[in-house]
C-alpha cells in the first residue's frame, strides 16, 4: 500500500476483513492504545483482560472527526448485531470522553475481572483514538496533561505536583479544572518533599475537616466552566 499526500493532514491507515466479525485485542497495542476510525452506521469492536480486581478500568476515546458512540460490556462479546445491548454506553457512562467502571460497580455484574468487549459505532464516518487501562486515576500529575474522571459526591480526589523548579522562587505554579457537569471545590497546599515518594500521599494531604472549612472569598467551579460564588 502506497499512501501519497497531495497536502498537509492527519489519517489512519488499517487492515481488517470483510464479511467477519473481527474483535481486536487492545493489549496487543502499545499502551493498550490505537488511532482507528469506523465507517458512517458501522462498528469496530475491541476487547481488553481486566486482571486486577481491586483497581479501576477505564475506556477513554479521543473524537479527532466525526461522532462516535462507544459500548461496553463485560464477560460476553457484542457485535455489529447486539452493540445497542451493552450494560455500558458513552451516552451514559462516559464523562469528559472516558468511562471509569471502579471495582465495586464492576461487581454489581459479577465481572471484577475477565474480558470486557467495546464496539466502536459510526453515528457519522469517525476518526478517533481509543485506550483501556486496569488501574486506578493518575494522582501525580504531569506538566501540561490533565486528568479526569467521574466523582462521586462527598467524595475527596487528591491530586500531586513536583518539579525540582518549583525551588525558584520566581516560578508560578497555575491549577486549571474543567467540570462537564456539576460543581466542585479546588484547594492546594505546598507541603515539603518526602524522603520517599512513596510517601508523599502519607504526609501530604487534605482531611474532610479541612475541606469543610470556609474560606473567605471561596468560590466554586460549576459545570459552566467558570468560578462562581459560592451560595449562601
Same mark, same amino acid.
Given at each position: 500500500?502506497? $499512501?501519497s499526500s497531495k497536502s498537509e493532514g492527519y489519517i489512519s491507515i488499517g487492515a481488517r476483513l470483510i464479511g467477519k466479525n473481527q474483535i481486536t485485542d487492545l493489549k496487543s497495542f502499545p499502551g493498550a492504545e490505537t488511532y482507528d476510525n469506523v465507517n458512517f452506521w458501522d462498528t469496530q469492536c475491541y476487547s481488553y483482560? $481486566?486482571?486486577?480486581?481491586?483497581?479501576?478500568?477505564r475506556v477513554k476515546i479521543q473524537s479527532f472527526a466525526g461522532e462516535p458512540n462507544v459500548y461496553v460490556n463485560p464477560l460476553y462479546p457484542i457485535d455489529h448485531h447486539n452493540y445497542s445491548?451493552?450494560?455500558f454506553n458513552s451516552a451514559e457512562s462516559f464523562w469528559n470522553e472516558e468511562m471509569v467502571l471502579e471495582p465495586n460497580t464492576r461487581l454489581e455484574h459479577n465481572a471484577t475481572t475477565g474480558p470486557?468487549?467495546?464496539c466502536v459505532y459510526g453515528r457519522t464516518s469517525s476518526n478517533y483514538k481509543i485506550s483501556a487501562k486496569n488501574e486506578d486515576h493518575q494522582q501525580i500529575l504531569k506538566a501540561g496533561i490533565a486528568e479526569g474522571g467521574y466523582i462521586e459526591h462527598d467524595q475527596l480526589r487528591h491530586y500531586y505536583y513536583t518539579d525540582s523548579i518549583l525551588m525558584d522562587p520566581n516560578i508560578v505554579v497555575k491549577f486549571d479544572a474543567d467540570v462537564m457537569i456539576g460543581s466542585f471545590r479546588m484547594r492546594h497546599k505546598l507541603c515539603p518533599m518526602p524522603s520517599d515518594m512513596k510517601d508523599v500521599q502519607k504526609e501530604c494531604f487534605f482531611t474532610i475537616e479541612e475541606m469543610q472549612e470556609e474560606e473567605p472569598g471561596e468560590k466554586l467551579f460549576n459545570h459552566l466552566g467558570d468560578e462562581t460564588d459560592k451560595p449562601d
Open positions: 500500500m502506497l $499512501v483482560l $481486566v486482571t486486577d480486581a481491586t483497581k479501576d478500568f445491548m451493552a450494560t470486557y468487549y467495546i
